[in-house]
């Protein structure tokens, strides 16, 4: 993906990267429930809309942050139909899938921050390779095999509170790594898709709001649209300012 269409990695981006799986947990709920295509054509029909983006992308030189918050978007909805799927069919050991994922998630996030150094720019994402989006998609399923999990063991309030603790203190670490911070990047995008599942879930289902899941996914979308219009704000600002 070209830098151009990259967001910088700063406070603002971890809060619209947990709006995005937040979000995306709902819609990927949504997209399942409705269409009902099935785990292969459901994937297949999401896999095609991301290589339209990826095409679009190429071919614009203008500085869009559009494009990366599509895909992400995109790739989380079916991180959330792929979890699920494993969930209710497969049936693997949620704790078992987790390591397996964790491992791959090492391999490609490595991959993706090859060359990447301390004294380099740390707010910038790592290479957006492929690498970089499959590590994206098996953190998304990480997340949500997790983020259930979790929710199962303990509740959709309780485990909601406790990964968003857990992921405040990872960013509040991440802010005061300085050139290290590039080396927290997978652990945090891990843990914001797991934290995202638990409190997407818990929004679309809880009796106290008792609002839905088709309400809950207008919701957390409208909140992810405002956090990508304040980064790009925020992105063209700088640009403006060192400009």
Not at 82 to 98: F, G, M, Q, S
Not at 180 to 192: G, I, T
Not at 193 to 202: E, I, L, P, Q
């Amino acid at each position: 993906m070209n830098a151009l269409h990259m967001p910088r990695v700063s406070l603002r981006y971890w809060l619209t990267i947990t709006m995005a799986s937040l979000f995306g947990t709902n819609m990927g709920d949504l997209y399942a429930h409705e269409l009902k295509l099935g785990i292969v054509a459901g994937v297949a029909v999401l896999a095609a809309l991301a290589a339209v983006v990826f095409v679009a992308e190429k071919r614009d030189a203008a500085p869009r942050l559009l494009y990366y918050w599509l895909v992400i978007v995109i790739i989380r909805t079916g991180a959330t139909n792929i979890a699920d799927y494993e969930r209710h069919h497969i049936r693997w050991p949620e704790l078992l899938v987790c390591l397996g994922l964790a491992a791959i998630i090492a391999v490609f996030g490595a991959l993706s921050l090859k060359g990447k150094s301390a004294q380099g720019d740390d707010t910038t994402l790592p290479s957006t390779g492929v690498a970089y989006w499959i590590a994206m998609l098996m953190a998304g399923i990480f997340g949500t095999v997790l983020g259930d999990y979790c929710s199962h063991a303990v509740g959709q309030g309780l485990a909601s509170l406790g990964l968003g603790a857990v992921l405040v203190l990872l960013v509040a670490i991440w802010q005061v790594s300085g050139p290290l911070r590039f080396m927290l990047y997978w652990v945090v995008v891990a843990v914001a898709r797991t934290a995202g599942t638990s409190m997407g879930d818990w929004v679309a289902e809880n009796d106290l709001l008792n609002i839905g899941l088709p309400l809950s996914t207008a919701l957390t979308g409208a909140a992810f649209v405002l956090c990508t219009l304040a980064v790009a704000k925020r992105q063209r600002a700088l640009a403006a300012a060192t400009a």
